[in-house]
């Protein structure tokens, strides 16, 4: 396996029944993997490893305490043997502070003791007790994977922000393919069998991905598996992060759903029992984007199949479905766990899970992540549906966010605000990201289609998505344009919009206090958009250019003005001054008056 791993410690100590190691040292944000020697077992053993034994282990620091999940993990070297049997169980932990870590195994047996809250149900076998310190030191700022910011945390503020580095996070990132996973090299991967996708989806292609437009774009010292398996995905994860995007998209279960070809499980009908090869696969790719700073955004389910784990409730496999993906992927430092896709009833969907079953799939969520990753459900394209269903899970304690689709692109800066409003307004304040536009056959275009939409899409989702306070964007292909949402096989495809997609967020995050502003569009004619830190500094957004104005009225000062070209990114210009005081007009951009511009006024 040619494949450098980023992470500065992978920890491997082999431990047995109540034995202890001496310590070991790491860095913090360090990916530190402890692993333990039972009793040999299988993916299709009789005692089902997955259900009916429960690896839970404690990390204290202090007064802090982690309790993390474990999982099975056949021979210990499953993505590259494919081993479905072995001794092997794992446990995978970040420390965020620097010290002496020590932990605690408790490992017991039981029927469905891997969904049992009960910390003594059961009994204890082999390893229960065995323990062992990790000397952490300090963090390592100098590198460029995301080890240097730390974990990106929900706050209960519009933005997530990284605990490390203290800066805050705005998502540009591709949506599609949603079947990302769907990929030839994984193993265990092909094209199930179900009804036929409901009408007007993109059409389920008969092979499974390959990337091989990407396979250019992989690098000497970059991972692969089995003798070489796996290149063109990671070049596809590269060309993305090397185009200044920062989040993937990607589902982790499509049973029965539009691609039929993405689950975490040994077959397309088992329920209960994972592929240890497979999933330590998609570690492989989940490591690699984590090293070029990429979110995962996991789609745990989509709408088609949202009833297809306990008929909707959290039960047994729905709970079961959800540990182990925590137990796997949970330690990741950016993650947006998406509990499902068009989530919830509408009438082309009319079997669905109720709002009470959403909570409490995303009350099981929080209870079982340690690490208490940004949480949300992506919402239907009809503002009729999504407001049904979303005014009910408002202020809901263990929800961090609305995944907004919507079907007319002009309503991107109306539905942020009154989603970032009636959250705060609520009680628990949502970061609230545009994942998915409409209209669905179409969605982001192409570069090379003759009337492509990609100016409409920057001024009025990216744009008008940042300007009302929202937390950043990512871009769905539609199912009538070619590399769309289940066909992209070349993120080439939409090269433009990611240039237009980071110049705007690259603005926010260099050019302005973004995360101390407010939406302001009272103060600006109408049409425009406005943000303001009253008083010191001002950003306004023509999307269909014309003339600006501003009302200062109340506000002393002198102030610079200058101009931002969204298109084309590089600095300010044409800059001028003005006094505070009453309404100023600022007129039209100098050339190009009737594309889009940002203006920036700052107090002098």
Request: charged share 25%.
């Amino acid at each position: 396996m040619k494949y450098f791993r980023f992470f500065a410690l992978i920890l491997a100590v082999w431990l047995s029944a109540c034995e202890s190691q001496a310590p070991v040292e790491a860095q913090k944000w360090d990916k530190v993997v402890v692993t333990f020697e039972g009793t040999e077992t299988s993916e299709d053993a009789d005692v089902n490893p997955f259900t009916d034994y429960r690896l839970n282990v404690a990390f204290r620091h202090n007064s802090k305490t982690y309790v993390v999940p474990g999982y099975f993990a056949a021979d210990g070297n499953a993505a590259e043997s494919g081993a479905s049997a072995g001794k092997t169980w794992k446990v995978v932990f970040r420390p965020d502070e620097v010290g002496e870590w020590t932990y605690t195994a408790s490992f017991r047996k039981g029927e469905n003791i891997a969904i049992n809250p009960d910390t003594q149900a059961g009994k204890a076998v082999d390893f229960d007790g065995a323990s062992g310190k990790i000397i952490v030191k300090s963090s390592i700022a100098s590198l460029p994977d995301l080890r240097a910011k730390g974990r990106l945390n929900y706050t209960g503020d519009r933005y997530l922000q990284f605990q490390e580095s203290g800066e805050y996070f705005l998502k540009a990132g591709a949506d599609s393919p949603e079947n990302l996973l769907g990929y030839a090299d994984f193993d265990g991967t092909f094209k199930g069998s179900s009804p036929e996708n409901r009408s007007g989806e993109a059409a389920n292609k008969d092979k499974l991905h390959q990337y091989a437009p990407h396979l250019q774009d992989w690098k000497d010292g970059d991972p692969t598996w089995q003798g070489g398996k796996g290149k063109s995905i990671i070049g596809a994860v590269n060309y993305l992060a090397s185009k200044g995007m920062n989040s993937v998209y990607f589902l982790t279960m499509n049973i029965g759903g539009d691609g039929k070809d993405v689950w975490p499980y040994t077959s397309y009908d088992e329920r209960y029992r994972f592929d240890c090869s497979k999933l330590d696969q998609w570690e492989i790719v989940f490591d690699h984007m984590e090293s070029l700073g990429l979110m995962l955004h996991i789609v745990t389910q989509e709408t088609e199949n949202e009833l297809l784990l306990d008929n909707g409730d959290t039960g047994p496999q729905r709970k079961l479905y959800y540990r182990e993906l925590i137990a796997r992927f949970g330690h990741h430092l950016a993650i947006t766990w998406n509990m499902g896709e068009e989530n919830g009833p509408a009438p082309f969907t009319p079997k669905a899970q109720s709002i009470a079953q959403q909570k409490a799939m995303v009350k099981y969520m929080k209870e079982t992540d340690p690490y208490q990753s940004l949480t949300v459900i992506h919402t239907h394209a009809n503002p009729k549906h999504r407001y049904e269903i979303f005014d009910h899970l408002l202020g809901d304690p263990n929800l961090d966010g609305p995944s907004i689709q919507i079907g007319n692109m002009r309503s991107a800066h109306k539905e942020t605000l009154h989603w970032t409003k009636a959250s705060a307004e609520a009680g628990r304040q949502w970061v609230v990201c545009i994942d998915e536009i409409g209209p669905a056959y179409r969605g982001v275009d192409p570069d090379d289609r003759a009337d492509n939409n990609q100016d409409s899409v920057r001024a009025e989702v990216l744009w008008g998505n940042l300007m009302a306070g929202g937390s950043g964007a990512e871009w769905y292909f539609g199912y009538k344009n070619h590399n769309n949402d289940l066909g992209c096989e070349d993120w080439r495809s939409r090269d433009r919009m990611w240039d237009y997609t980071r110049i705007g967020v690259h603005f926010f995050q260099e050019m302005i206090p973004f995360s101390e502003m407010e939406p302001a569009d009272e103060l600006v004619n109408e049409g425009n958009y406005c943000l303001e830190k009253s008083g010191d500094i001002y950003l306004i957004y023509l999307p269909y250019g014309g003339q600006a104005s501003i009302d200062l009225s109340g506000i002393t000062g002198s102030f610079n003005v200058s101009w931002f070209n969204p298109r084309l990114g590089g600095g300010l210009i044409h800059a001028t001054a003005i006094a505070g005081g009453s309404p100023i007009e600022l007129g039209t951009a100098v050339d190009d008056a009737e594309k889009d511009w940002a203006i920036l006024i700052q107090k002098q």
